[in-house]
Structure formats: structure tokens, C-alpha cells
T-cell receptor, first 109, second 114 residues
């Protein structure tokens, strides 16, 4: 049974600091892990992904790290900005997307 | 530059009504999906379709049906709406090689059943 867990329902970070969002998974056969960002009353938008054969992928202020031995990945946002306040979902991409429950990130001014 | 369009942003329906949620994509994607999003539960897959007139049950299909008569359109039907179907409904589409880039979502329909 594939599971993706985001154990922190919410996270509050000061503007300009680093935001770290975490995700744990059980499936060892995934191709990619994806991160999505969702504002209220809007659909999720794709943010960044990481291949199972890599341990890091970077795109501007966003970096995703993959630790396969721990079955853990994290999304780093540096520096955090007010517009980053949103719900972030991680998803295991294999046959279908298996979603975590989401983490609500609040950036304080 | 709209790519996935959901027909309504907000809907209020009465218990027992038949409800149609429409989704249209203009990217010629083969795959289309219906999710519902509830706080603390993430996105749960209701139904999906990999081709015209083809449909597959997702994780929570009970109380729902779908229709895909044309490639660009995927409809979600609530046969007899109930209050526990109050939720945010999200439609998404993807091409065959979407594993790296993920899905494209519509803006969502907030459905309230009273």
C-alpha cells in the first residue's frame, strides 16, 4: 500500500528565512516525486520534481532533496517570501499520483 | 491562457439533486482526473480516464459517476447529492509522459450540499 505522509499540517516561517517542508514515503519504486503549491480557491500548480535517480534538484529559490535510504524528501524555499504562503503537497508519481495531506506554509512579515 | 476549465467556481445544491461538474482541457491530453480536496485529507482520486469513453475508479468512487464522450471533456456526476459530498472538486489533465511534469489542474469547484 503506497503512502505519502506530510506530518506537519502547518508551518510558520519569518519572511527572508528558510522554509523546509518534509515528506515521507513508503513506495520504493517511484519514478518521480512532485511538489505542488495550492492557494485557497485555486487548483494546485506544479512547482518542482525530483527523479528517483537523483538526490537534489534546484529551481531558483526552490530545492528538493531526496534521501532514499530514509525514504524522505524535503522542499527548501530560500529566502521565503509572503507569496509563498500556500498549502504544499508532495506526490509520488508512479502509475498514478499518490498525494500527501499537505502542509500549510505561513510566511510572517 | 486557460488550459483546464471547470464550469463553475461555486455551487450550492440541495440534498438529493443530481449534480454535473464539467471540465474541459485544451491541451489535447489523453488523461483526465477528478479529485476532491478536504482539509487534512489531501487530494483523493474519484475517477480517472485514459481515453475517450474509458473510465477507471479511483480511491473514492462511491456516489459518483463520470462521462468522457470527447477527448477534451470529462464530466463528474453526483447521482444524488449528499451533505458529505460538500467539498472542493478539482479536475486535472496530463499527457502520457506526465510523471515528471505532473498534472495541470483547473481552478476547482467549491460544492456545498445543503
Amino acid at each position: 500500500d503506497q503512502q505519502v505522509k506530510q506530518n506537519s499540517p502547518s508551518l510558520s516561517v519569518q519572511e527572508g528565512r528558510i522554509s523546509i517542508l518534509n515528506c515521507d514515503y513508503t513506495n520504493s519504486m517511484f519514478d518521480y516525486f512532485l511538489w505542488y503549491k495550492k492557494y485557497p480557491a485555486e487548483g494546485p500548480t506544479f512547482l518542482i520534481s525530483i527523479s528517483s535517480i537523483k538526490d537534489k534538484n534546484e529551481d531558483g529559490r526552490f530545492t528538493v532533496f531526496l534521501n532514499k535510504s530514509a525514504k524522505h524528501l524535503s522542499l527548501h524555499i530560500v529566502p521565503s517570501q509572503p507569496g509563498d504562503s500556500a498549502v504544499y503537497f508532495c506526490a509520488d508519481s508512479n502509475y498514478q499520483l499518490i498525494w500527501g495531506a499537505g502542509t500549510k506554509l505561513i510566511i510572517k512579515p | 491562457d486557460v488550459k483546464v476549465t471547470q464550469s463553475s467556481r461555486y455551487l450550492v445544491k440541495r440534498t438529493g439533486e443530481k449534480v454535473f461538474l464539467e471540465c474541459v482541457q485544451d491541451m489535447d491530453h489523453e488523461n483526465m482526473f477528478w479529485y476532491r480536496q478536504d482539509p487534512g485529507l489531501g487530494l483523493r482520486l474519484i475517477y480517472f480516464s485514459y481515453d475517450v469513453k474509458m473510465k477507471e475508479k479511483g480511491d473514492i468512487p462511491e456516489g459518483y459517476s463520470v462521462s468522457r464522450e470527447k477527448k477534451e471533456r470529462f464530466s463528474l456526476i453526483l447521482e444524488s447529492a449528499s451533505t458529505n459530498q460538500t467539498s472542493m472538486y478539482l479536475c486535472a489533465s496530463s499527457s502520457g509522459g506526465a510523471r515528471r511534469d505532473g498534472y495541470t489542474f483547473g481552478s476547482g469547484t467549491r460544492l456545498t450540499v445543503v
